[in-house]
């Protein structure tokens, strides 16, 4: 246990009582209840949890995994068997990323609030230690716990570290810690072993480069080495003088205004020191512009944690939408029983929540992580009476937050900014008729009815069904064999034909007071780009399919986005994605699109350059477009770069040093050691589309060292995003993923820099990171 984990701990009764064990009850649904034993390790950091009956298989998870503890009934298994148990014996355990909540019952109210209040204490001292800290938890390899370390067990240590060392050279640094000559580590022996094992050549090689004395770097040098290779901009010396007062460890070097090599490596592991431009993580853009002049972190079929057809549907997708920084939500509205409408995936065998849980869901977690403008995509399938419950649920629930008029009664010939609409909630959908007040001054005529929001055109194939998608469907026998269906060009289940009343008219009639509440985004057919532009109805918001958006991007890619700098485009999976697999969101992003709603729980590449996109201006889910895609005149087209004028284009050339303490592959065994390499992706315009990787270093994640030097033009920058990529190299099958940070290419940093790795959940895994070097090039175009 690290010192500042164990003086910040100061066991009390209620660690103890949880150091104790507790029963209660895990919970998955309303027939699924089994008691569990609980019980906090010694170290504070991990819980397991075995079955009362069998006691032989143990559970595990980490503090660290933990993201909140939700106190009663704060999830819809909890809410289901309320008239059981009342909401004080109840706690609901969220981990980060995508891994599913742990539900649990305590069979008392103190009970409950012993492991609330500790796992809350626990969470909040691990959210404060910094790397060095939870590095020092390492010592658990010492297996008979008598606070000595022998060489195997430090080489059972080296191997939890992932790092496969020669043994001669292992145990040549282990005699040199061992000072007592004992022939084990102890206390302090052990910190010289570790700062031993964790000695940084690469950094130190850097640091005596600006130094005259090689120990310590003074003010100048300092200086002339953020103006030289980091290439901070003004106010350098200021600079340098708050990173030596930050990061200098010495107060008597603090006092002389020098940096040692440890105040050094702190810097380089720092925001300041990593690759993403730390300017950029505050709220750092103009949000005054119209709603369609930026892009927005966008979700599709919110309400599923799982696949298309089978998956469950919760309003946890709702949360974890919105925590991960959505503002477009989608909700798919059905007739439901006893008169409240579900929410669903509709004619599949995805479970339903009520219409009104996502709603105070929505009202709850709305605005915690932004509060700007939230944009609620709505489906809607009910009849009149449950459209009009919906309307009623609506207002009654989200009250104020609802925008249901146009802003100080203007015309909406221009949509509003993201800065007018703040802590407001947009409702996206068709409307029975026109907006009160149009531009022309005249009632619109009523659109025709707009297909499904899952038609993919005459491109789709009922061949194309996955195999997996067929499988889950022939499990629930024989009927439920897909058919394609003509009309909606759809794949449905055949247990649920087509032709069946249950499918209902392709437009229903819209109820009046729903429609009423649909103002700045109005879903109409997308008919042309000539005709939207002879409109001119910069409210009105057309949904397009992957395929048909990519078939209008290399057709007709300079009107795309002309198209989307003047109102608001989404672009949604094909149904064929039973999977939730998402498609490619850089070709949509290229041309302008706003709304590129993307299946949010699935991990992957798509999802990766979601978060790097959206990872600048504070997270809040909106980011500014370039010039030239919010130009409705623009001459742009992403499949000819030179349209973007006269500017510049880059030569990026990132130098990769060397990896720190990578991870293990998921699900791998103890002893297995990760081969690593390191891919850096560009993804752009179809010109700037490119990937290159270094060499795999042989059995060593630990502090691998590669130094090769990679080139990448790239002629967009404005649009280009970065992704570095880790993977453990297999030279007879697919390499597995160990981490990855992907960000803009306008947010990437020159100079030493660390990049800090992210999970395939993109969650932080400290301390893994890459040392690298950026030197980025301006080229002109060629006469």
């Not at 290419?745 to 020159?750: D, G, P």
Request: glycine share 6%.
């Amino acid at each position: 246990m690290s010192q500042f984990y164990r003086d910040s701990l100061q066991l009390d009764e209620t660690l103890e009582r949880m150091q104790q064990g507790t029963v209660m009850r895990k919970v998955k649904s309303k027939s699924w209840k089994k008691q569990r034993y609980f019980k906090l390790q010694d170290d504070c950091m991990t819980v397991w949890y075995k079955s009362k009956k069998t006691g032989n298989t143990k559970y595990t998870f980490s503090i660290s995994d933990v993201e909140t503890v939700r106190e009663g009934h704060q999830s819809e298994v909890l809410q289901s068997l309320a008239e059981e148990f009342p909401p004080e014996h109840c706690l609901t355990i969220v981990f980060h990323g995508r891994r599913g909540n742990l539900d649990l019952i305590a069979s008392s109210p103190e009970e409950a609030q012993c492991w609330v209040r500790g796992l809350r204490r626990l969470v909040e001292i691990v959210t404060k230690m910094d790397q060095q800290e939870k590095m020092d938890q390492y010592p658990s390899a010492d297996k008979n716990k008598d606070g000595r370390m022998s060489f195997q067990e430090v080489r059972q240590l080296l191997r939890m570290m992932n790092m496969e060392m020669n043994e001669d050279h292992a145990l040549r640094l282990f005699q040199m810690a061992d000072r007592s000559e004992s022939g084990t580590l102890e206390g302090e022996e052990f910190v010289l072993f570790y700062k031993a094992l964790t000695q940084r050549d690469d950094v130190l090689g850097v640091f005596q480069a600006f130094s005259q004395d090689g120990k310590k770097l003074t003010l100048l040098e300092l200086v002339d080495f953020l103006q030289q290779e980091q290439l901070e901009g003004e106010n350098t010396q200021e600079f340098a003088m708050e990173l030596i007062a930050r990061y200098e460890p010495s107060e008597s070097a603090r006092a002389r205004h020098v940096l040692s090599l440890d105040g050094f490596l702190l810097y380089l592991c720092s925001p300041e020191g990593a690759i993403f431009n730390p300017a950029h993580g505050p709220l750092c853009q103009d949000m005054t512009q119209p709603l369609c002049h930026y892009f927005i972190s966008s979700s599709h079929n919110t309400y599923l944690l799982e696949d298309q057809l089978l998956g469950q549907s919760s309003v946890e997708g709702y949360i974890r939408a919105l925590k991960r920084g959505c503002r477009c939500l989608e909700v798919d509205c059905w007739d439901g029983p006893g008169g409240e409408p579900v929410v669903y995936h509709g004619h599949t065998f995805t479970s339903k929540i009520p219409f009104k849980d996502v709603l105070s869901t929505l009202g709850q977690y709305a605005f915690q992580a932004s509060d700007y403008p939230i944009i609620l995509s709505l489906e809607n399938h009910c009849g009149p009476e449950q459209q009009h419950l919906m309307a009623q649920h609506l207002k009654g629930i989200l009250g104020e937050r609802l925008l249901t008029a146009p802003l100080d009664a203007r015309d909406p010939t221009q949509l509003p900014s993201p800065e007018e609409l703040r802590g407001r909630i947009i409702l996206k959908g068709k409307r029975a008729e026109s907006l009160a007040h149009s531009p022309s001054g005249q009632p619109d005529e009523a659109p025709e009815g707009e297909a499904s929001e899952d038609d993919d055109g005459p491109e789709a194939e009922e061949e194309s069904l996955s195999q997996e998608a067929k499988r889950k469907l022939s499990a629930h026998g024989p009927s439920s064999r897909p058919s394609w269906c003509s009309r909606c060009r759809r794949l449905w289940p055949s247990a649920l034909p087509p032709g069946s009343d249950l499918l209902g008219p392709l437009q229903k009639s819209q109820a009046k007071e729903l429609s009423d509440c649909i103002v700045y985004c109005h879903s109409v057919p997308f008919r042309g780009f000539q005709p939207a532009l002879a409109h001119r109805r910069p409210y009105e918001t057309a949904s397009l399919p992957e395929a048909k958006a990519r078939k209008l991007i290399k057709e007709a890619g300079n009107e795309f986005v002309r198209h989307t700098a003047r109102q608001l485009t989404r672009i949604y999976p094909s149904g064929l994605r039973t999977d939730s697999s998402n498609y490619d969101p850089q070709e949509m992003w290229n041309v302008g699109c706003q709304l590129v709603a993307l299946n949010v729980q699935t991990a992957g590449v798509e999802m990766d350059l979601c978060d790097g996109l959206f990872r600048q201006n504070a997270r809040c889910g909106y980011v500014l477009k370039p010039a030239f895609l919010r130009d409705a005149g623009t001459a742009f087209d992403p499949n000819n770069p030179r349209s973007r004028g006269p500017m510049c284009h880059c030569l990026v050339s990132p130098q990769v040093i060397s990896g720190q303490q990578l991870p293990k592959v998921a699900g791998s065994k103890a002893s297995a050691i990760v081969d690593p390499l390191v891919r850096v992706e560009i993804h752009g315009v179809p010109t700037d589309q490119a990937r290159q990787e270094t060499q795999a270093i042989d059995n060593n994640g630990f502090n691998p060292h590669w130094g090769e030097t990679l080139r990448f033009k790239v002629h967009v920058p404005e649009l280009a995003l970065v992704r570095f990529v880790v993977e453990d190299y297999d030279k007879a099958s697919r390499n597995d993923f160990v981490g990855q940070f992907t960000l803009p290419f306008a947010s990437i940093k020159s100079g030493y820099r660390h990049v800090h790795l992210l999970s395939k959940d993109g969650t932080a895994i400290p301390p893994s990171s890459l040392f690298i070097h950026v030197q980025i090039t301006e080229l002109p175009y060629p006469e």
